[in-house]
C-alpha cells in the first residue's frame, strides 16, 4: 500500500458534505458538535476541522516512509459535489490515514470510519428514485 497527501479538493468535498449533514439533520449535527467540540455558528469551524484532518494524514505519512510533519495550513473553500462523490473523497482521506495507530486511536479517524461513512451511505441508499435519477445515479 502506498500513502499519499490528499488534496484539498478531498478535505473541501468531504467538509462540505459534513456542512449540508448538519443542517440536514439535527442529530448529526449533535453528534459532531459533542465529539468534536465544533461550534457551528464560528465561519472558520470548517478550515479548524479540516487542518485536523491535513494534520491526520501527514501523521500517517510518518508511520509510512518516517516522513516529518510540514508545515501545511489548510484553509477550506467550498466545492460542488454529490453525495457520492464526498463518499468517495473520504473513502480516500480514510484509506491514506490507515497508518500505525490511527485507525486504532485517533477520536477523529474513528468518527469518521465508523459514524459518517454509514451514515452517508445509509442516505444514499433510502435517496427516493426521483432525486437519484436527478442526480445521475441509475433509478434501477
Not at 451511505?121 to 437519484?132: A, E, H, L, Y
Request: proline letters at 4%; aromatic letters at 12%; one cysteine or more.
Amino acid at each position: 500500500m502506498s500513502a499519499f497527501l490528499v488534496g484539498n479538493t478531498t478535505i473541501n468535498k468531504i467538509l462540505t458534505e459534513v456542512k449540508k449533514s448538519a443542517r440536514h439533520s439535527p442529530f448529526f449535527k449533535t453528534k459532531m458538535e459533542e465529539e468534536f467540540l465544533i461550534d457551528f455558528s464560528n465561519p472558520e469551524w470548517q478550515t479548524q476541522l479540516g487542518q485536523k484532518m491535513l494534520d491526520l494524514n501527514q501523521e500517517a505519512l510518518g508511520y509510512r516512509y518516517g516522513d516529518p510533519k510540514q508545515n501545511l495550513t489548510y484553509t477550506f473553500q467550498s466545492v460542488y459535489s454529490t453525495k457520492i462523490e464526498a463518499i468517495k473523497a473520504l473513502q480516500c482521506w480514510l484509506y491514506q490515514g490507515a497508518e500505525g495507530d490511527i485507525p486504532e486511536t485517533a477520536e477523529l479517524y474513528k468518527f469518521f470510519d465508523s459514524y459518517v461513512i454509514a451514515r452517508w451511505t445509509m442516505d444514499v441508499v433510502r435517496q427516493p428514485r426521483s432525486m437519484k435519477k436527478r442526480n445521475g445515479g441509475n433509478p434501477e
